[in-house]
């Protein structure tokens, strides 16, 4: 048997972790919190295999899924998909972890712990040394299989789940460069300038507030499919108080891909219902992935004005969520392109003349020459 380096690859790494671990084992003590630990790694692992299959034949791919103590692993090299649609499943599947884990805290109300516990999520991509094993196989022929990932960046994946504990959101955190690659899916993200123990006094690192994911849950499991439905769909009650942003995010994702999944009049009516009571709660909102939901909606009934309007308070107010952004840059392309003089278009000029005028610097500069022609052809 011989190991070797084979190559330097991109990888997808991503660390979860229980946060304030040994303040639970305090409180439950010894035999009740490795109980409820057990129950967190088999739901780590049962999700994480769904989301990335592990390979065992390791030829072509190498996947790893592992759960140790409190903490969670997952390395995934796959060429055949890319980068950004593996950062993407890692934060579906963070996403459905944690309400996962949420859901079976509340199927397990008889032996609740007296706080809820809760988990960060550190996600990176960046390179890795590919290690691989040759060895001879039945038939005595040498074969070589990945054995495992090596490097830096494992290491600064950690770091970036270890922020985690500074979270207010949903305690996801991605690395610059994992932000990068999904930056244009309709995911709310908050920057933040840290101090990573070993790596660098002043780096950046983005918590996840909220998310629209199209096709939760992705569980394989039937029954549990079921019940994580009904839990965040078809029976969540809907109240006025704004939920935890990232909860937000999560149940409208649920109720839209059940909307659009159900073939029945009588379930697509309710799966409607239930998403204009969530998207409408309130006249005031606050939440950014429910104002981007309304403004879609507006635009979906030809009321353009409406939509621009969301899409600028989404804008301003969270100008890392790109997808809002492009949006907001479509609708008034749009409208620029309606010939005869109208109060749309003169709305659409005064958004783009007041983003060049007041916001220019949360602007790129392919979206300011896009503006800049917007007004020019408003004008």
């Known amino acids: ?12 790494l991503i660390f979860v972790d229980i946060i304030e671990s040994s303040k639970f084992s305090s409180i439950l003590g010894p035999m009740e919190y490795a109980k409820k630990l057990l129950n967190l790694q088999q739901t780590f692992e049962r999700v994480g295999k769904d989301y990335f299959p592990v390979d065992e034949e390791r030829l072509v791919r190498y996947c790893q899924v592992r759960s140790r103590g409190d903490e969670g692993t997952i390395f995934c090299w796959d060429p055949e998909i890319s980068s950004c649609n593996l950062v993407y499943k890692a934060i579906k599947f963070a996403f459905e972890l944690k309400a996962s884990i949420d859901l079976e805290m509340m199927c397990d109300r008889q032996n ?114 079921q019940k994580f439905i009904k839990a965040y769909g078809s029976e969540y009650k809907i109240t006025a108080d704004n939920e935890e942003s990232w909860v937000n995010g999560l149940v409208l994702s649920v109720l839209d ?44 009934d030809g009321q353009l004005t409406l939509s621009l309007e969301y899409y600028r ?36 000029y005064n958004i783009a003349k007041e983003f060049l005028d007041h916001f220019r610097a949360i602007l790129n500069d392919d979206e300011k020459t896009e503006f800049e022609n917007i007004v020019n052809n408003l004008n």
């Open 1 to 12: 048997m011989s190991l070797d380096v084979s190559s330097i690859i991109g990888a997808l």
């Open 257 to 300: 891909s059940r909307l659009k999944a159900v073939k029945t009049k009588k379930l697509k009516v309710m799966y409607s219902d239930k998403l204009s009571e969530l998207g409408w709660r309130n006249i005031y909102e606050e939440d950014p992935v429910i104002m981007y939901w309304r403004a879609r909606q507006y635009h979906d």
């Open 112 to 225: 609740a712990a007296p706080c809820q516990m809760k988990i960060g999520v550190g996600i990176h991509y960046g390179d890795v040394a590919l290690i691989t094993k040759t060895d001879k196989d039945k038939e005595g022929i040498n074969r070589s299989r990945i054995d495992r990932l090596e490097g830096y960046n494992i290491n600064y994946a950690k770091r970036v789940e270890s922020c985690s504990r500074m979270g207010r959101y949903s305690k996801i955190f991605l690395s610059e460069s994992a932000k990068q690659l999904i930056q244009y899916e309709p995911i709310v993200m908050v920057e933040n300038r840290v101090d990573l123990k070993g790596i660098g006094a002043d780096e950046l690192v983005y918590e996840v507030r909220s998310a629209f994911l199209p096709g939760l849950p992705e569980t394989k499991d039937k029954v549990f499919a």
């Open 313 to 348: 308070g989404i804008v301003k107010n969270h100008p890392f969520f790109v997808a809002a952004r492009i949006r907001l840059a479509s609708v008034l392309w749009e409208i620029s392109k309606q010939k005869q003089p109208n109060s749309n278009r003169v709305f659409a």
